[in-house]
């Protein structure tokens, strides 16, 4: 007996202006398969995952649904097939509840009948907390993607598409995750799976499709396959891990925290407490940490964002600046790359000429007098491009049109090109694709090997350990003692990201230092 | 001689009010599914002129009611037209609304200027108006007084309890994440902006079948403004807007009153006071960033392009 798809795609073309996002792509997925959809930024995946789901028309091909051809016009069509859908950009109302949110993405029947008590039921069975009451613009990253994947599954859809659920997610809640998926699974749930990181694909599916620039280049057992391999056939070259060659020692502290307290102004942040740290020229510092225990505010902090109190907790270049705005911050050799590319790090409408000279233009003189110097700004974002491999049609682009890994580059070459003695990253690889990620990863440890101070938040624990010589937790708030990395388990990283042991500086200031 | 003073005093600030409460209840629903419809004041107008109209031809004050219900939806239909589907800009294109509308419903009237009606009658069930004092005023209005209270106890209902609202403040605050979830961004901002053109033509229709049972050019005298004002001055919310409109209705008539007492307020300082308050209120919400955001449609004013 020959088992019926559950999914079959024939020959699934799209263009848009100026880009063939899909092109003649066909695959199949059976009931209960975990199918990987592997490529780089841009290669496709989200734009085919969206033609399954209703969200774009495909320009041509062939949707067969359990052995019936199909056309899911709708994402409503698409749910009453019975497909389910996590995005990679949430699709989430901020100013409403969490509860509103998942209410919205259900169908009535489903939303009438004790959708809190089912909503608890999901998020503990699967290890997902959610108050249903909070307003999603309080939430981090992490915490809104919980309640994407959680209403998804409130659903029971028979095919679960998931693009990237785990990128922003603790080493113990992918663990869970990937339990409850290989439970789907064996319940006969497909799932589709999109995600960068190549052995979570090789541990958890088991076909996987590659695609490369819209084409589809190779279908393979990913258990077959090392996570290497995978990528090279991604990226159609080799990849260069990132090399870490230590041969001098730290110089001095470039910049210092002072018993660092900061009092969250928005209703749900979390309060920062004594948080003393510093970076020497050359370190690599890493804080590891579960979304929404304080990074954000951290971040904030550290730019200038929000200004911190008393001047003396925050010390760069022997100059007191926690009472000093972003733009002070920088002409001392501050840079920034924060978590949110597009509206934080990015203006999403402006091009990219544009988007170089607002952060550049105190370091990189590209005003002069209140004029624009257009030329030299003109060079400035060129010299990003080029140098950093960004893909684009020219400086002209708007921040919005790049994708993730492409936008990521573009603006870590606009922060390292001004030649930095600091720079504070945030998710620096979140959302990017191996090549990429690859990249960014290098030139944080460049930069460090040329002197800098780098300190990246992050949770993606696998990157810190991959660049970072010293690591610490940030649990509710409060900082960990710095520890070299060879000094320190990944268990205690997680139980301290976890709170099962706290180890923070109120106890022991500046242990470790 | 305080009740013989207060109670007509109310009873024509229940008059003043109750225009301003259809025109911006409609609003709040439109700007709620994230369309700005600066049109409210050109709808008003032709409601206005179309019911009057209706109301002569027909002598009957309930047809001329509908008539202006619908005068102002087919006003709407315009704008959601141009805005929805040809994706025009908002603000322009409310703007243009209003001064066709105000130029349109003059156009219209002309033949109708100096022509008398048979006013919306007041409901007068004997046993209950006969109460001294608050019988007149509770019970003795016409219908539409009643019908605007029931329209904000539904709005109010609609948006906050009911699926549906809250789908259409899901379309308001991010129309990309409501259109991958499914709802058709473009016909419920639609239904919206007819529904906000009904009430504002409701208004319209009690200004010149109620208020003033004469049809003057350019009667509405930027009462659609006050209506778009009060909007913000109630932060979207149903109730507020009610309220505010008494305020609004109840500071142009206590001016009159004041003036007949000899106490000499200059007209134009009154006549300022609805958006001076505005101002403040909006300053006040737009101080706390949470506020702000959990009352105001992130998506206000911007166009929908689906597949795009």
Redesign the interface.
């Known amino acids: 007996m020959v088992l019926t798809p559950r999914l079959e795609l024939i020959g699934i073309t799209k263009r848009y202006p100026g880009v063939q996002a899909n092109n003649n792509i066909s695959l199949k997925v059976m009931p209960g398969e975990i199918h990987a959809l592997l490529g780089e930024n841009g290669a496709g995946k989200s734009t085919l995952v969206k033609c399954i789901y209703g969200v774009q028309k495909a320009d041509s091909g062939t949707l067969i649904w359990e052995g019936k051809k199909t056309q899911v016009t709708s994402p409503n069509i698409a749910r009453r097939l019975g497909i389910g859908m996590v995005f990679q950009h949430f699709s989430l109302f901020d100013a409403m509840t969490v509860e509103e949110n998942i209410v919205l993405g259900v169908s009535n029947k489903l939303a009438k009948a004790g959708i809190k008590e089912k909503i608890t039921e999901i998020s503990s069975r699967y290890g997902l907390p959610l108050d249903p009451q909070r307003y999603v613009q309080t939430l981090s990253v992490g915490e809104r993607q919980r309640i994407e994947v959680v209403r998804c599954l409130l659903q029971n859809p028979s095919l679960l598409i998931m693009d990237e659920p785990t990128s922003v997610l603790t080493p113990q809640e992918t663990e869970s995750l990937f339990k409850t998926l290989n439970q789907l699974s064996k319940d006969g749930v497909s799932i589709l799976y999109i995600s960068h990181k190549l052995h979570e694909i090789k541990e958890l599916c088991h076909t996987a499709t590659i695609l490369r620039m819209g084409n589809l280049v190779d279908t393979c057992n990913p258990k077959n396959e090392t996570p290497r391999s995978l990528a090279e056939k991604m990226m159609g070259k080799s990849l260069e891990k990132p090399t870490r060659i230590k041969n001098s020692p730290f110089g001095k502290p470039q910049i210092l925290l002072n018993n660092l307290s900061y009092k969250a102004n928005q209703s749900y942040g979390t309060d920062l407490k004594n948080i003393s740290l510093e970076v020497r020229g050359g370190e690599i510092l890493g804080i590891a940490g579960v979304a929404g225990n304080g990074q954000r505010e951290l971040m904030k902090v550290l730019s200038g964002e929000e200004l911190s109190n008393p001047p003396e907790s925050i010390v760069v270049s022997e100059k007191n600046v926690g009472n000093t705005g972003p733009n002070d911050r920088r002409s001392l050799g501050m840079v920034f790359v924060p978590e949110e590319r597009l509206g934080h790090g990015a203006v999403p409408q402006m091009g990219l000429s544009e988007n170089a000279f607002l952060s550049g233009f105190t370091r990189m003189k590209l005003a002069n007098y209140g004029f624009l110097r257009k030329i030299e700004t003109d060079i400035y974002a060129s010299n990003i491009i080029t140098n950093y491999d960004v893909k684009t049609s020219g400086i002209r682009s708007l921040a919005a049109s790049l994708s993730g890994g492409n936008l990521q580059k573009f603006i870590f070459g606009r922060e390292i090109i001004q030649n930095p003695n600091i720079v504070i990253a945030m998710q620096p690889t979140w959302g990017v694709d191996a090549g990429s990620a690859a990249y960014i990863r290098q030139s944080l440890i460049d930069l460090a090997e040329q002197g800098a101070a780098v300190l990246v938040i992050s949770q993606d624990l696998e990157e810190l350990y991959e660049i970072v010589d010293t690591i610490c937790v940030i649990y509710e708030g409060k900082l960990s003692s710095p520890k070299q990395l060879e000094d320190i388990s990944t268990e205690e990283v997680g139980m301290l990201m976890g709170g099962v042991i706290i180890n923070s500086q109120e106890d022991n200031p500046l242990n470790g230092i | 001689m305080i009740i013989e003073f207060v109670i007509p005093a109310l009873l024509t600030i229940i008059t003043a009010s109750t225009p301003l409460v259809f025109a911006a209840i409609g609003e709040i629903v439109v700007e709620k599914s994230g369309v700005l419809n600066l049109g409210v004041e050109g709808m008003m107008i032709v409601g206005a002129v179309g019911a009057f109209a209706v109301t002569v031809k027909t002598g009957d004050p309930y047809i001329g009611v509908i008539a202006g219900a619908f005068s102002g939806l087919l006003l709407s239909f315009i704008f959601g037209f141009l805005t929805l589907y040809l994706y025009s800009n908002q603000v322009a294109t409310g703007l243009a609304l209003t001064i066709f509308g105000v130029g349109f419903s003059a156009l219209l009237g002309h033949e109708f200027v100096g022509q008398t009606i048979n006013s919306l009658p007041k409901l007068n069930p004997s046993f209950l108006s006969d109460i001294p004092g608050l019988g007149p005023l509770v019970f003795a209005q016409d219908f539409m007084v009643y019908l605007s209270v029931l329209m904000t106890i539904l709005v109010t209902w609609f948006l906050m309890r009911s ?1 549906w609202g ?2 259409l ?2 379309v308001g ?2 129309h ?7 709802f058709s961004v473009t016909l419920i901002r639609l239904l919206a902006v007819l529904f906000g053109g009904a009430m504002a033509g409701l208004g319209g229709a009690y200004l010149s079948l109620a208020h003033t049972p004469l049809w003057v050019e350019n009667m509405s005298a930027g009462r659609g403004w006050i209506a778009l004002a009060l909007v913000v001055f109630a932060s979207w919310r149903p109730w507020r807007a009610f309220f505010g409109a008494y305020l609004f209705g109840g500071i142009t008539i206590i001016q009159l009153y004041a003036q007949g007492f000899g106490v000499d307020v200059p007209s134009q300082i009154l006549s300022m006071l609805p958006y001076l308050v505005t101002i403040i209120v909006l300053v006040m919400i737009s101080r706390d ?2 506020r702000i ?3 105001a ?2 998506c206000l004013g911007k166009s929908f392009h689906p ?1 795009g």
Do not use: M, T, W
């Not at chain 2, 990309?176 to 499914?182: F, P, T, W, Y």
């Open positions: 699926r809250l789908v403040r899901a605050e991010n990309d994440a409501a259109h991958s979830i499914g960033d949470f955001r959990i009352s449609p992130a597949y």
